[in-house]
Nanobody, 127 residues
């Protein structure tokens, strides 16, 4: 059974930075693509970024491209999201998810299945 635990969220001023981490356990981390999604109150969960099993291929939502960087350390079973130049509209609960294969399956939450989601970490960006 996959377990994903996010950390690193908090309160930051606009223009600031945060680094989120997602620690994974339960199956061989290096075999699976990973992703970050976020969900603001009253809104649907939206794609942020994803990374292939090796880290060689990454995808970003247009809204975060150039500001956020996704990475992974397979030796530590951990994925990261470096968030720079944060904006108030980045305020959300951020979730990590593990795909069912090594290739990024898509940018919809439904592409990742139901089982392998973390519980989220809250990021609040003040103006």
């Amino acid at each position: 059974q996959v377990q994903l635990v996010e950390s690193g969220g908090g309160l930051v001023q606009a223009g600031g930075s945060l680094r989120l981490s997602c620690a994974a356990s339960g199956r061989t981390f290096s075999r699976y693509a990973m992703g970050w999604f976020r969900q603001a109150p009253g809104k649907e969960r939206e794609f942020v970024a994803a990374i292939s099993w090796s880290g060689a291929i990454t995808y970003y939502a247009d809204s975060v491209k150039g500001r956020f960087t996704i990475s992974r350390d397979n030796a530590k079973n951990t994925m990261y999201l470096q968030m720079n130049s944060l904006k108030p509209e980045d305020t959300s609960v951020y979730y990590c998810v593990q795909a069912e294969g090594g290739v990024v399956p898509g940018t919809a939450a439904s592409d990742y299945g139901m089982a392998s989601w973390g519980k989220g970490t809250l990021v609040t960006v003040s103006s």
